[in-house]
Structure formats: structure tokens, C-alpha cells
């Protein structure tokens, strides 16, 4: 798919560790940020309503290799790219990028998968649904 987004941050002292590098926790709730970034720029959220009630994104595959180490002060883009729209669940893909010696280089890859669900108003339980049309025509238009 063609959809793409990215954000830059800089790493923060208190997201580092004992040994100055950002602790590993950090790269899943920046990517968590960007999508709610991307999401935020097409209008849409991870938490809606429509017209039969309230309907979220809770994850159900989160993963992460690290490649180089971020350290305090370090400023990284975070790149998003929608891999794959199903029928009730969006797949992300994300790279992480820094320079080191003026060049780009990839510091780590990440991805998560998230289902569309309808939370009853009343238990607040999770029933997986599709993906309303105008959260799935925004997403493939950008």
C-alpha cells in the first residue's frame, strides 16, 4: 500500500537506560505515537464513533528488532507505512532512522497489527467488526 508518514523526535534523558541508550519500551510507544500522528492527519483516531457506537484499535501483534542504538539527544525519524488493510485489521510497518557521520542509517524496523472492534457501552467488551468504510477509504487515500 501506498500510504506513508513520519515523525521526528529526539530522544529524551528520561527515556534512556543506565547506560544512556533509549530503553527498548520506548521504540513501540513512539510507533504507537506515529500512528496516532498519521491517523490525526486523516481526520480519523484510534478511538471513534459512528452511528452504531464507539469502535477502537487494540493491538494484537507487536514486534521490534533493534539495529542501532538510540541515545540521549539522538533525532529520529520515524517512518509509517500502512502494509496491509484486511477486513476487520490494519498492519503497519515502521523504520526508525538517525544519522551517524552525516549519513542516514536505519536504527531499527518495527511492526503491529491492530483489529477493529466495537466496545458495548454498557460491559465495555470487545467484539471484533470490519473496518467502517470511511476509517478504510481515509487510510487508502493517503
Not at 543506565?18 to 520506548?26: R, S, V
Not at 496516532?36 to 507487536?62: A, Q, Y
Not at 542501532?68 to 525519524?77: A, C, G, Q, S
Not at 532512522?97 to 483489529?115: H, L, R, S
Request: charge should be neutral; proline fraction near 4%; hydrophobic fraction near 40%.
Amino acid at each position: 500500500m501506498a500510504s506513508e508518514f513520519s515523525v521526528t523526535r529526539r530522544v529524551e534523558f528520561s527515556e534512556t537506560d543506565l547506560a544512556g541508550i533509549m530503553h527498548f519500551t520506548h521504540f513501540y510507544r513512539w510507533m504507537e505515537i506515529c500512528e496516532h500522528e498519521f491517523l490525526r492527519s486523516l481526520g480519523l483516531s484510534v478511538d471513534m464513533e459512528d452511528e452504531n457506537g464507539r469502535f477502537g484499535w487494540p493491538r494484537v501483534k507487536t514486534a521490534c528488532r533493534f539495529k542501532r542504538p538510540l541515545k540521549f539527544e539522538d533525532e529520529v525519524e520515524v517512518k509509517l507505512s500502512v502494509s496491509e488493510i484486511r477486513d476487520r485489521s490494519i498492519a503497519y510497518s515502521f523504520q526508525f532512522w538517525k544519522k551517524e557521520n552525516g549519513e542516514p542509517v536505519k536504527a531499527a524496523v518495527g511492526e503491529a497489527v491492530a483489529a477493529c472492534v466495537r466496545f458495548d457501552r454498557l460491559t465495555g467488551a470487545m467484539t471484533p467488526i470490519h473496518i467502517p468504510e470511511v476509517f478504510r477509504n481515509k487510510v487508502q487515500q493517503a
